[in-house]
């Protein structure tokens, strides 16, 4: 038996199409999705555990804004 490598390639998926829409992140996707008619607010804060996507959702807010 041999054990055969792959190459596989890497790629950071920042895009909104890469991004999964779930209940526990759908405020902050509102929230972006509304920009810039926030209203009175004039900041968010994202917050959540490890690997929660919160840099994802902070490169969506970039894409958007530029």
């Known amino acids: 038996m041999q054990q055969l ?5 890497y790629r950071r998926l920042l895009g909104r199409e890469d991004f999964l829409v779930s ?4 405020e902050a996707v509102e929230w972006i999705d509304a920009f810039p008619d926030w209203g009175s607010a004039n900041a ?4 959540g555990g490890q690997y929660s996507g919160k840099t994802h959702i902070a490169w969506l ?3 958007k804004t530029g």
């Open 61 to 63: 807010f970039s894409e």
């Open 5 to 9: 490598p792959l190459l596989l390639e």
């Open 44 to 47: 968010v804060v994202v917050f």
């Open 23 to 26: 209940p526990c992140n759908m």
